[in-house]
């Protein structure tokens, strides 16, 4: 068994390293056995539009700002809880290409706040072998200083496999296709690609070794996928819970995992499901709302 670490703490301080925080049993772990998980079904990515900061601060009394703070904790309790329940992926929408419209204070605040996290929070995540990557826009407007360490975090995590989280930074999936579109469009007139399918388009994205989204789960009771993983999402199961997000744990990420494994996944290919019917003859199922 690799070293998996200690478990990551509620506030990313040095000195509070291997303190508090629930440690992990790994993918066998109690997590899964609370929620009556079935651990052949884990989903391997999931993704997560972190929402309800600003409201959870306003209902306290607090500034927006306040809320984003609160919501680091909530983000490092559900790494955990991915780490726990064996899921290999987990990609979270932490500013997106239209963030840039709110308010200057807000938005200069975001900026130092993904800074100052992946500042305290970057070796803790190594020490998990958590892989860390970024996907988004990484030109101007992006702070220099940021983007540079986005890299060395990005380098610093390379080799670790247990988990790969992607933060989606000056991310927009409109965006993202548009740059792949390009891309694809001067490969082609240099005649480095021949076709432009949506293979060619899948190399081009952001991070094209990023699989499929199985469950995308957005908290604050909204019910909308705001220009996120438009591409990765095609198939993704979606569970929109009421949760905001500061009072998002790894328990509220088991009980999304239980409604995924809920869930029917056609893919596109509906088949009959035959059932029994008073008595015990076997008949093809009336076709479900949703299945061609
Ligand atoms: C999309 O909603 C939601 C996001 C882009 C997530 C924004 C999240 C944060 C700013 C907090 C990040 C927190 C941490 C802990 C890093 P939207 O509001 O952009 O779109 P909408 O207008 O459709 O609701």
Not at 78 to 86: D, S
Not at 88 to 109: G, I, M, Q
Not at 110 to 123: A, H, Q
């Amino acid at each position: 068994m690799p070293d998996e670490g200690s478990s990551l703490s509620p506030t990313g301080s040095s000195s509070s390293r291997g303190t508090p925080g629930a440690p992990t049993t790994g993918p066998s772990g109690a997590l899964a056995a609370r929620h009556q998980l079935d651990r052949g079904r884990i989903p391997g990515h999931v993704a997560i539009i972190m929402d309800g900061n600003g409201r959870w601060a306003n209902q306290r009394g607090l500034s927006r700002n306040a809320g984003h703070t609160a919501g680091e904790q909530a983000l490092f309790d559900t790494v955990e809880g991915a780490l726990e329940l064996g899921i290999t992926d987990l990609t979270v929408y932490a500013f997106s290409t239209e963030n840039w419209r709110r308010p200057p204070s807000e938005v200069r605040f975001l900026l130092g706040f993904n800074e100052s996290l992946l500042l305290r929070r970057k070796d803790e995540l190594h020490d998990r072998k958590v892989r860390v990557r970024f996907i988004g826009r990484r030109g101007r407007p992006v702070p220099k200083r940021l983007v540079g360490l986005i890299e060395t975090t990005e380098g610093l995590t390379r080799d670790n496999r247990r988990l790969t989280l992607r933060i989606a930074f000056n991310y927009g999936a409109q965006a993202e296709l548009a740059d792949a579109a390009a891309r694809a469009a001067a490969d082609q007139a240099a005649g480095r690609l021949r076709t432009i399918d949506e293979g060619a388009l899948a190399a081009r994205l952001y991070d094209p070794e990023m699989p499929a989204v199985d469950l995308l789960v957005r908290t604050s009771g909204e019910q909308r996928v705001s220009n996120f993983l438009l591409w990765q999402a095609a198939y993704a199961e979606l569970a929109f819970v009421d949760t905001l997000w500061p009072d998002f744990d790894r328990e509220t990420l088991a009980r999304c995992v239980a409604l995924y494994q809920g869930r029917d996944r056609r893919f596109g290919g509906a088949v009959d499901t035959p059932r029994t019917v008073g008595g015990g003859t076997p008949e093809a199922a009336h076709d479900r709302p949703g299945s061609a």
